[in-house]
């Protein structure tokens, strides 16, 4: 089988690595890919938005099934392009795309399914949002309705707080056309839960693992939002009979919803769910594999990534008996520049990566690196992710800062409590 594989960060590095294991896979491609993915699939310098150019290489290069990593293709149509054209794809078309793009949309569904979320009302301008907010009680959550790479979610703990997260939508601009509307929701207190389900063409739903991400850049979980600072699986609160009850709750309804509008969903549907004292809530909705937890699942993963994601685009998931994992937990660590998710330096010496002792269970992905005259530079706020899987967290999380001690980068910072809640210290 011919595969290509959409995007160029930490989470495609390990989907590559996940489907280059399969005895189905002949021949690995990557668009843009990077310079660590081509050492195990070959990097095609196309832009990731040049839809026609990604559909000419694919029929050209008799692409057999394409793997859409990153949420950005997929809300601009790139599946329906290629599925338009007979290729298989792993991933939503754009309405179904709309879940992640828009938490509007997604809460206005929640809403009519009666599902679990949090309480909510829509805002697109300044004023309006702002006198909401001087009649609420606080905390409160405020939430720029587009992609904003993660960032966009703002706590509100006073009304100054709420302030200046309105200004930064509406007047500073700061996340663009996603800063437009607003969600202004309620804050839940309780324990976040990433719910990972395959989907596949017929509304067939798989659940396939629990994760848990730490969004907030500094320990403690204090600072300020990021794409994701380090990830586990599976979440050891959540049975796997308990999986497949959530799985059922809030994504099983959601999907035929979707289906009775005429969107056939498939792909990778994560739930992002609070556990709160008075039973679990739908926060978001992402429509592809998580970064940073993907680079934890794919390590742990035993049954061929590839027959899945391929079950997935063909309708088939019915016929996967059961998915294995070769271990109890996985755990990845994000190492950023210094700086993130505000201004940082690029292109900084990151020394060592080639002589790292790895453990059999212990893998480096690359999220934001380049490579220039044999030496790695870091080219992004998250640059490396180090995984590693085993039978408890804590024994992990040593081994994983056993490798983070062999790199010498200046620049590079890292939490050290992932995984604080099941940890004792």
């Given at each position: 089988?011919?595969?290509?594989?959409?995007?160029?960060?930490?989470?495609?590095?390990?989907?590559?690595?996940?489907?280059?294991?399969?005895?189905?896979?002949?021949?690995?491609?990557?668009?843009?890919?990077?310079?660590?993915?081509?050492e195990i699939a070959s990097s095609i310098k196309i832009e990731v938005d040049?839809?026609?150019?990604?559909?000419?290489?694919?029929?050209?290069?008799?692409?057999?099934?394409?793997?859409?990593?990153?949420?950005?293709?997929?809300?601009?149509?790139?599946?329906?392009?290629?599925?338009?054209?007979?290729?298989?794809?792993f991933g939503p078309d754009q309405m179904g795309a709309e879940l992640e793009k828009s938490k509007k949309f997604t809460k206005d569904i929640?809403?009519?399914?009666?599902?679990?979320?949090?309480?909510?009302d829509v805002f697109e301008n300044y004023d309006d949002a702002l006198t909401f907010c001087q009649n609420q009680s606080y905390p409160l959550v405020i939430k720029a309705d587009g992609l904003a790479a993660g960032k966009g979610v703002i706590i509100c703990e006073k009304i100054d707080d709420a302030k200046d997260a309105l200004i930064k939508c509406f007047k500073e601009n700061s996340f663009g056309d996603a800063g437009s509307v607003v969600v202004i929701e309620e804050f839940l207190v309780g324990e976040e839960v990433s719910l990972f389900s395959l989907v596949d063409k017929n509304g067939f739903v798989l659940p396939l693992t629990t994760a848990q991400d730490h969004k907030k850049i500094l320990e403690g979980e204090k600072g300020l939002n990021t794409g994701g600072m380090g990830a586990y699986t599976p979440v050891p609160s959540i049975s796997s009979n308990k999986m497949h009850e959530l799985s059922k709750i809030f994504i099983e309804p959601i999907v035929q919803?979707?289906?009775?509008?005429?969107?056939?969903?498939?792909?990778?549907?994560?739930?992002?769910?609070?556990?709160?004292?008075?039973g679990p809530n739908l926060l978001e909705i992402n429509v592809r594999f998580g970064d940073p937890e993907t680079q934890a699942i794919i390590p742990l993963l035993e049954t061929d990534l590839l027959e899945l994601l391929h079950a997935s685009a063909t309708g088939s998931l019915?016929?996967?008996?059961?998915?294995?994992?070769?271990?109890?937990y996985a755990m990845t660590i994000v190492m950023a520049t210094n700086g993130y998710p505000e201004d940082y330096k690029k292109l900084t010496l990151i020394s060592n990566l080639e002589n790292l002792f790895l453990r059999k269970d212990d893998y480096l992905f690359h999220a934001g690196t380049t490579l220039r005259k044999h030496k790695w530079l870091s080219n992004g706020g998250r640059v490396l992710n180090i995984s590693s899987t085993g039978k408890d967290l804590k024994t992990i999380r040593q081994n994983i800062h056993k490798v983070i001690?062999?790199?010498?980068?200046?620049?590079?910072?890292?939490r050290k409590d992932i995984g604080w809640r099941y940890i004792d210290e």
């Open positions: 089988m011919n595969v290509l594989v959409i995007g160029n960060g930490g989470r495609e590095h390990a989907l590559c690595y996940g489907i280059k294991q399969s005895p189905n896979c002949s021949n690995l491609y990557c668009i843009p890919g990077s310079d660590a993915i081509s040049d839809h026609d150019a990604i559909l000419k290489y694919c029929l050209e290069s008799k692409i057999d099934l394409v793997v859409i990593g990153p949420e950005l293709p997929l809300t601009q149509g790139l599946s329906n392009r290629l599925i338009n054209n007979s290729i298989l794809v929640c809403k009519k399914l009666n599902i679990a979320t949090a309480a909510y919803y979707l289906a009775q509008k005429g969107i056939n969903y498939q792909g990778m549907f994560y739930a992002g769910l609070i556990v709160t004292e008075e019915n016929e996967i008996e059961k998915i294995k994992w070769k271990n109890d001690d062999q790199i010498t980068w200046d620049e590079g910072y890292y």
